[in-house]
């Protein structure tokens, strides 16, 4: 059988000549009852708190499931995201060795080049100054031949002391000309 409130209030006993007193079993029972609902609504809120509590729970469950999911798939995304940057990284350091190979063996090849230009212009150089003194040697032949058969000639004494002043000014140094050409 089920108590409720109403139920023990209303409570009938049978009647005896020497029973209980009327009045006293109402007052018990009023009380009882009274107790008995603070009892039962109370146990009615605890019930509904609980379904309550039961339900967050259940939520939370919920939630930490999903936050364990979201962990898991974002740790994995993390891994797969860091060796892909391992393997690009791994890559970039490849082309960048090969381009730095590709600039020290452009640089040797241009350094090369350069050695062998310079080795060319100084024998261009060497060359050059050999057919400079070659010609003045060969103009300096020439004139002093101009100037022995000037000299060979009878002229007159004015003539002669001209020719003098000239043979001064026509001594020619070759050393000098060639200093001034380079």
């Known amino acids: 059988m089920k108590f409720t409130p109403f139920g ?13 007193d009327r009045d006293e079993v109402k007052a018990f029972l ?8 603070i009892l039962q609504n109370e146990n009615e809120k605890l019930k509904a708190e609980l379904e309550r509590q039961e339900d ?34 791994a890559l970039m350091i490849k082309e960048a060795e090969l381009k ?3 600039i020290i063996e452009k640089a040797k090849e241009t350094a090369n ?5 310079v080795l ?3 024998e261009e150089k060497k060359l050059l100054i050999a057919r400079l003194k070659a010609m003045l040697d060969t103009q300096s032949s ?14 007159k004494k004015e003539v002669v002391k001209e020719r003098t002043d000239q043979d ?3 001594e020619i140094n070759v050393d000098d000309i060639l200093e001034k050409l380079l």
Not at 80 to 89: D, G, H, I, P, Y
């Open 142 to 155: 020439f004139l002093e031949m101009n100037m022995q058969n000037i000299e060979t000639r009878p002229k």
């Open 168 to 170: 001064d000014q026509t």
């Open 56 to 89: 967050q729970l259940k939520e939370f469950k919920r939630i930490e499931k999903s936050l364990q999911q979201a962990m898991l798939n974002q740790t994995e995304s993390t891994s797969k995201t860091v060796e892909s940057a391992k393997k690009q990284t």
């Open 113 to 117: 080049s350069i050695r062998d230009s």
């Open 120 to 122: 060319r212009l100084r």
């Open 8 to 20: 023990i209030k209303n409570q009938e006993f049978n009647r005896t000549v020497r029973g209980f």
């Open 100 to 102: 730095s190979l590709q």
């Open 30 to 37: 009023e009380k009882l009852s009274d107790e008995f609902e």
